[in-house]
């Protein structure tokens, strides 16, 4: 239920007070892709940095993942799910066509007072999702919230398609957000942007309105998803540069006021690229795609638990959010943690 009275105090701040990440158990590593496709370990280890990823059973779906996600981050901020006032799930794999996959997250955390909707902003997602959540909390109109980013793309993936299937894995990461006064830490800003013109990079075309279930696709690979991997090598790597520097200019901020830059996992060579273009020593740098593959909307979050949870990231650290995917979107977060 949202707030009916808004407290527009300019001392309002929408601090990160939990985190929780989940992973289904199975692995398939890069010697198991090796019996699928014509493959190797050596070659998607050079190309990409990725040694394994975890796949979700028939079992487990986005809603699972999130929920057991949202469980530990909450537990982490000590806040009971009945105090929530509002979950967003980023996510390009939902539950369902509808209802939203945060409705079923917020059927099974019995989050009774939150409202619940997801976002389609592919790898950006839970970067939008950020965003759009501070402003809330900022305006008063919000008290807590989570925002989580889940996915099991193993279940879009062709395992036929060798340049494809290397790439993604499943996992859920979540953070809660609490308004605090006064707490002189939070989100500091953000930046996003989109372009449409280049939706033909990544997508997965079946079965929306343009390509509806009730006709035969011209193609049946368009149940999966499809990428043009070099394009999005090369539009990731300025996009995140961009935004970064956005970021550190807006804030008035060096390289040395940050702890850490958590970007999307999307391959260890884009990330290593786009930080020596901007000068981020290694050490600033954080990359867990070698356990994961390439998560979408989790892989932020995740990797952000995982920074926490190892004590890489500290109270009071500032830390830089950034991803770059689907639509194309990108976006970045500073956050003062
Ligand atoms: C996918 C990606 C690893 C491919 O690497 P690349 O260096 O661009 O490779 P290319 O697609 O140019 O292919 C080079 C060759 O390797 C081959 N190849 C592709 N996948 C292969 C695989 N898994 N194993 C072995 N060979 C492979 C290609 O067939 C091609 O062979 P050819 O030269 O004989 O035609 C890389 O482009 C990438 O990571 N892109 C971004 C990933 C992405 O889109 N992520 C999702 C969005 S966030």
Request: glycine share 8%; hydrophobic share 40%.
């Amino acid at each position: 239920m949202e707030k009916k009275t808004e407290d527009r105090s300019p001392t309002n701040r929408a601090v990160i007070t939990g985190c929780g990440s989940f992973v289904p158990s199975k692995i398939l590593t890069n010697e198991d892709l090796a019996r699928m496709v014509d493959t190797s370990d050596e070659w998607i280890n050079s190309r990409t940095g990725i040694k394994t990823r975890h796949l979700t059973s028939d079992e487990e779906s986005t809603a699972y993942l999130a929920t057991e996600a949202a469980k530990r981050a909450l537990q982490y901020a000590g806040l009971d799910a009945e105090d929530l006032g509002l979950i967003v799930v980023a996510t390009i794999t939902p539950e369902m066509v509808f209802p939203s996959t945060a409705c079923f997250v917020q059927q099974a955390l019995g989050a009774k007072k939150a409202w619940a909707f997801d976002i389609g902003a592919a790898c950006s997602g839970f970067v939008y999702s950020l965003h759009l959540v501070h402003q809330l909390i900022e305006n008063g109109r919000l008290d807590s919230a989570l925002v989580i980013g889940a996915e099991t793309l193993t279940k879009i993936t062709n395992w036929k398609d060798r340049s494809s299937c290397i790439l993604f894995g499943d996992g859920a990461g979540a953070v809660v957000l609490q308004r605090k006064q006064n707490a002189g830490r939070g989100i500091l800003y953000s930046t996003v942007g989109a372009d449409g013109t280049f939706w033909e990079a990544l997508n997965c075309q079946a079965y929306g309105s343009r390509h509806p279930v009730s006709r035969p696709l011209d193609n049946p690979d368009k149940v999966y998803m499809q990428i043009k991997g070099r394009e999005v090598y090369q539009q990731a790597v300025r996009r995140i540069v961009d935004a970064v520097t956005d970021c550190l200019e807006h804030c008035g901020l060096t390289l040395d006021d940050v702890a850490m830059v958590i970007s999307h996992q999307m391959n260890a060579r884009i990330i290593e690229s786009a930080a020596k273009r901007l000068n981020l020593p290694e050490e600033k740098v954080f990359i867990n795609i070698q356990n994961y593959g390439n998560t979408s909307a989790a892989s932020v979050p995740i990797a952000f638990d995982e920074c926490v949870r190892h004590s890489k990231i500290k109270k009071g650290d500032i830390v830089i959010f950034v991803a770059f995917g689907a639509g194309v979107t990108w976006g970045a977060n500073v956050i003062e943690f």
